[in-house]
Structure formats: structure tokens, C-alpha cells
């Protein structure tokens, strides 16, 4: 079944450490998003890529880092700098239409928690 | 700014019906989405509307007024499992989606 993963689905940081969250998808999409859940906010955009070795920041980059390699891969790494970044991160994909329908597939998430 | 707004939280009974309101203000509009999404999972995707009217999907339908900013999600013969969050996202003039906070709506025996 097609689908995207994202690993792990828990997560907990120590301050001062960077961390990796990873999100494949086997869905043969070109576009890939990162997005941060809070709670009482809609979600936020942090990065989105809309083909291989090439991204863009969304409006909440700063303290975070991706990577696109491969077509299928999208890793997200949390740095140190980044102040606040207990949250529930969604990783989602698409194809890329010329209308506005982009139906987003979403990964079941990953819960992130500094201690 | 862009904005949009959702009840936080509604209340219905199994087996009545439910409608989940959506206003929004936007740079341009391509189009409003609604997905549901149960406590500590993935959001799926329920419809979409660009054009005024009503999209009727089974128990589901979604009804969109462009030149009131105004959408609503119907809920028809509720079930137990229809209890989650529903998230309203508009589409702006550049292609990037802006979400509503979502509405958690609890379904009673």
C-alpha cells in the first residue's frame, strides 16, 4: 500500500541536541511538506520541496534543517537553536497540480518532547 | 493578515446531525479544504470546494460562499467514530494553504 512513514513516532530530546525525524513516501509525489502541530493553532509550515536538492522555507524555518536527496526522502532535522520545539510534526506530500487542488497524504506524525 | 476561524469545540448527539462553520479572510482564494483528523493521527483529507455551492460525499457534505468567506462541514447520522478534529484550509492566491486551528467535535451516546 502506498503511504508515507514517519519515524519515530515518539521522541525525546535533551536541550542543546539536535534531532532527525524522517518521513519517506512511496507515493511517486513530487512535492513534500514539514509541518508543526500546536495545540489551539492551525498547522504551520516549516519547509516544503517541490522537487529533488531543492526546498524552500514555509513561515517557521528558522531552527530547522531538511534535506532532499531522493524524490521518496525528506528528513527533517530540529536543531539546537530552535527555542520552543516540543510539538507534533506532520510530514505530508502531493502532487503538483496547476489548479489549487493539492490534496495533502499525510504521515501519522511524530511527538516531540524536550526535556 | 490571512485568518481563519473555526469553533474550538462542539457537542452532538450519535445519530443527529452536525454542522462545523468556516470563515476566512485570504490573500485571493484557490480553493478550501476540510479534513479530519482523530487525536494522535494523521489528518485525511474529507473535500475540497472552489466553487459556490454544496458537495455532497455520503454522510459528508461541504458547502462554500466565496463572497461571504464562509464554508460549513455538514455531518449527517453521526457515529461514535466521527468524534476527532475537523481542520478548514483555504488555498491563497500563491498556492500556500493557511489553516484553521480546527474543531474538536465530541459525539455523546
Known amino acids: 500500500d502506498g503511504g508515507i512513514t514517519q519515524s519515530p513516532k515518539y521522541l525525546f530530546r535533551k536541550e542543546g541536541q539536535n534531532v532527525t525525524l524522517s518521513c519517506e513516501q512511496n507515493?511517486?509525489?513530487?512535492?513534500m511538506y514539514w509541518y508543526r502541530q500546536d495545540p489551539g493553532q492551525g498547522l504551520r509550515l516549516i519547509y516544503y520541496s517541490q522537487i529533488v536538492n531543492d526546498f524552500q522555507k514555509g513561515d517557521i524555518a528558522e531552527g530547522y534543517s531538511v534535506s532532499r536527496e531522493k524524490k521518496e526522502s525528506f528528513p527533517l532535522t530540529v536543531t539546537s537553536a530552535q527555542t520552543n520545539p516540543t510539538a507534533f510534526y506532520l510530514c505530508?506530500?502531493?502532487?503538483?497540480?496547476?489548479?489549487?487542488?493539492?490534496?495533502?497524504?499525510f504521515g501519522a506524525g511524530s511527538r516531540l518532547t524536550v526535556l | 493578515g490571512q485568518n481563519i476561524d473555526q469553533p474550538t469545540e462542539m457537542t452532538a448527539t450519535e445519530g443527529a446531525i452536525v454542522q462545523i462553520n468556516c470563515t476566512y479572510q485570504t490573500s485571493g482564494f484557490n480553493g478550501l479544504f476540510w479534513y479530519q483528523q482523530h487525536a494522535g493521527e494523521a489528518p485525511t483529507f474529507l473535500s475540497y470546494?472552489?466553487l459556490d455551492g454544496l458537495e455532497e460525499k455520503g454522510r459528508f457534505s461541504s458547502f462554500l460562499s466565496r463572497s461571504k468567506g464562509y464554508s460549513y462541514l455538514l455531518l449527517k447520522e453521526l457515529q461514535m467514530k466521527d468524534s476527532a478534529s475537523y481542520l478548514c484550509?483555504?488555498?491563497?492566491?500563491?498556492?500556500?494553504?493557511?489553516w484553521g486551528a480546527g474543531t474538536k467535535l465530541i459525539i455523546k451516546p
Open positions: 484550509a483555504v488555498m491563497d492566491s500563491n498556492y500556500q494553504l493557511i
Open positions: 505530508a506530500s502531493s502532487i503538483i497540480r496547476d489548479s489549487g487542488a493539492n490534496v495533502l497524504t
Open positions: 470546494n472552489v
Open positions: 507515493l511517486n509525489h513530487d512535492a
